[in-house]
């Protein structure tokens, strides 16, 4: 679990540990990177983690997912992205910078015209809390892919390691490989190669202008989890595929706003089952992440179960250095706080938010140089949520 690795690309990393995404919502008002961003990943780089993935950047700053979404064009404060860079890469840690559009899964709050591959609108439940999308043209189907080359050329000039294609959670390139999602009739819907053709052109448009030695990868659902969505078949033919075409690692993640509660089967683990299948079938080193808390699981996952990475978020945000303690014999599990309102009826209705506002909270306070408190009382993180961002920060979400 502490030995090094070599993606695809040749490029080592030191051990198979990755802290991996999580939004951390500290943008300032012109949605740059900021202080807190520099203090935050130099923690996490100082605890030991071979590779370290930002919280998702968004690729147009019309199209934001969430309050404090950093951006990152020709606009971006260049100086500061550099030392948010340099901040994860101490230590010999590799830091990679996710891209990503919310399509659809921008809220009212934010947005008023959403774009989409097609104006097919949010599950019953949630479509009163985002406006219908508009579809994309063409053109600007082509422009979007533009968007994600530029950003990731601006992430390599900064000082980044690489980037990761967020092609899960039911964000746009998720939104370009779903049935359910995507009815287009043109070269980029309708059979499953036209449905991929989107994250596709990303792909090569970003290798061929950052090269082989960039590394890119990207976070891919195992299944959409909802009738007539991606399916578990599907993305194994997308992972093979960008397997040939030089993918240097894939995270295997699930679900959307729609189906965000995805549960295990015979273990705490997610998506075990399916990582090993892929696994199985490509050379390219599978992250697996999610429900990691015991170090017995994580090694097994890696030494007999062939997952070549494992991928922690939470648990990071409670120890910082938690890969030192693995080092250090002083790590064996850790117990996540179970958050409630003490209202179970609320915490049915928002109990993503919950979760998701109570680590926002937290990674603020290791950005103020403070430990994160742990709590089960999820009042105070609602508290500094709403007033950080307004309502529009209660909106449904997914961890990153």
Known sequence: ?????????????????????????????????????????????????????????????????????????????????????????????????????????????????????????????????????????NNEVKETI????????????????????????????????????NQRNDEYGGTLENRMRFLIEIYLGLRDELGKDFIIGIKLNSSDFKENGFTEDESLSVIIKLEKLGIDFVEISGGSYEKPKITSVGSEVLFLDFAKKVQSKVNVPIILTGGFTKLDFMKNAIEKDGIAMIG????????????????????????????????????????????????????????????????TNAWSSLITTTYKHGVSGLLPRRAK
């Open 1 to 137: 679990m502490l030995t090094k690795i070599k993606l695809n690309n040749g490029i080592e990393i030191k051990n198979r540990i990755v802290k991996s995404a999580m939004s951390e919502a500290f943008a300032d008002k012109d949605n740059n990177p900021t202080l807190k961003h520099i203090v935050l990943y130099d923690n996490w780089a100082n605890g030991g983690s071979g590779l370290l993935i930002s919280g998702n950047v968004m690729v147009d700053r019309k199209q934001l997912g969430e309050p404090g979404n950093v951006v990152v064009d020709d606009k971006t404060d260049k100086e500061m992205l550099s030392k948010w860079a340099i901040s994860g890469k101490k230590n010999n840690t590799k830091f990679i910078m996710q891209l990503n559009h919310p399509g659809k899964q921008s809220p009212k709050s934010i947005s008023k015209e959403p774009v989409a591959p097609s104006a097919v609108n949010m599950g019953e439940e949630l479509k009163s809390l985002f406006n219908t999308p508009r579809e994309l043209s």
């Open 146 to 181: 533009q968007k994600f080359i530029r950003s990731g050329k601006i992430a390599k000039e900064a000082g980044f390691s690489g980037v990761q294609i967020h092609a899960a959670h039911g964000y746009l390139v998720n939104q370009f490989l779903s049935p359910s999602d």
């Open 312 to 375: 922690l978020a939470r648990p990071f945000v409670m120890i910082p250095d938690l890969v030192n303690q693995i080092q250090n014999n002083t790590f064996e599990k850790i117990d996540l706080p179970r958050l409630t309102t003490g209202i179970s009826r609320l915490d049915r209705k928002i109990g993503g938010v919950i979760g998701i506002s109570y680590y926002e909270q937290q990674m603020d306070r290791i950005a103020r140089h403070k430990q994160a408190k742990y709590s």
